[in-house]
């Protein structure tokens, strides 16, 4: 009989941001209870798989510097335990190529575990489900479940309990990335210190920014785009002013700072628009580096396998 054995699997892991992020109270357990929109963009991780003598994560492209390559690495994390789970030793060596910003608010580690957990399942041919997946996935990150998941969805608890929401076509963006990154926990901390001042003001719900997705119509979601840790993230990197800006005098719809930062999203009305204001964004001088992607795209996928054939 034949059988097929992957010898090496390759994954796309996409970015997010977060069209919709309402932080409620601090939870006992350290985390808060948002309700987020959140959509997966075209900007890119690829992930690659392949056995090896022992675990070895390698790092390469935007920011790779600045990724730990050891057991502080979330792919790292991702094959010890789905390797514990399966009762066998996690001996793959994983390659990262970077496309997302690290520490970008674009959830570029979330993509690489969630890459991981499903690259190792079809490499070690554990057949999970994606609800046993899922599980895996929380355990690493609260943005884990979602970069599994992609498309747009309204993400509720820690971010974790996933409702697909309809958007019709595609919406572009620029995104303008920070120079330097932010610690997510620092910007959620700073948001609970300016709310203990009195301020900002709270966003409401999402349902008229999902009626926009639902008519895939950018001038109307456009106004209606919010992020409650953009205060945070502005108070700790006052530049990001500067930035937002620069995004809507290069003519972009409306632009927010991306999940806890320092990325800042600009929707633009047509691909078009987005590719005339990342040029003029580029020459601004108020980031470190300007790309353009589209969204919904779909969660991390397998998109190359390399088999064996065994008779
Ligand atoms: C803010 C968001 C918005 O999508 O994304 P990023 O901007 O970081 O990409 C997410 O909530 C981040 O998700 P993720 O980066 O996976 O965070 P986790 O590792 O789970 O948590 C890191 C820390 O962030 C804070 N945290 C995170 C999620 C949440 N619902 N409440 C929190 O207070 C906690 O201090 C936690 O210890
Ligand atoms: N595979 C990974 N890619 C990027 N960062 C990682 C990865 N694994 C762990 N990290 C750590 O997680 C931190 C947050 O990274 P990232 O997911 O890029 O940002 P954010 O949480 O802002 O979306 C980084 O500073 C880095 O130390």
Redesign the pocket.
């Known amino acids: 009989m034949l059988s097929v054995v992957p010898r090496a699997i390759s994954v796309r892991a996409p970015s997010k941001v977060n069209l919709h992020l309402a932080v409620g109270d601090l939870r006992p357990d350290g985390y808060h209870e948002l309700t987020t929109v959140f959509q997966a963009l075209s900007l890119s991780d690829q992930v690659d798989l392949v056995p090896a003598p022992a675990l070895t994560v390698r ?1 390469r492209g935007e920011g790779a510097r ?3 390559t050891d057991r ?4 790292w994390k991702a094959a010890t335990r789905l390797a514990h789970r399966a009762g066998r030793e996690p001996l793959v060596e994983i390659s ?1 190529d ?1 496309g ?11 993509a ?2 969630a890459a991981a957990l499903l690259g190792l399942n079809a490499l070690w041919q554990l057949d999970l489900s994606r609800d046993e997946l899922a599980e895996f996935a929380l355990e690493l990150g609260s ?1 884990v479940p979602f970069a599994m998941h992609g498309g747009t969805a309204l993400g509720t608890g820690r971010g974790e309990k996933l409702l697909p929401v309809l958007a019709r076509d595609t919406f572009h963006w620029v995104l303008a990335f920070g120079k330097g ?2 610690s ?1 926990p620092d910007v959620f901390r700073e948001l609970d210190r300016l709310r203990g001042q009195g301020q900002p003001p709270k966003l409401g719900d999402p349902e008229k920014l999902m009626h926009a997705l639902a008519a895939g119509d950018p001038a109307q979601l456009a106004p209606l785009l919010g992020n409650d840790l953009q205060a945070a993230a502005i108070s700790l990197k006052p530049e990001l002013r500067r930035t937002l800006r620069a995004g809507i005098t290069a003519g972009a719809l409306a632009g927010i700072v991306s ?2 930062g320092p990325t800042c999203a600009f929707l633009c009305a047509d691909a078009d628009a987005a590719v005339e204001v990342s040029t003029e964004l580029s020459g601004a001088g108020v980031c470190r580096s300007v790309r353009v992607a589209y969204g919904p795209v779909s969660g991390a996928r397998v998109i190359d396998i390399e088999p064996i054939v065994k008779h």
């Open positions: 790092v600045d990724v730990p502080r690495n979330l792919v990262i970077k997302i910003p690290v520490a970008g608010g674009m959830a570029g580690g979330s690489d575990a943005d990154g932010l997510t999940g806890s």
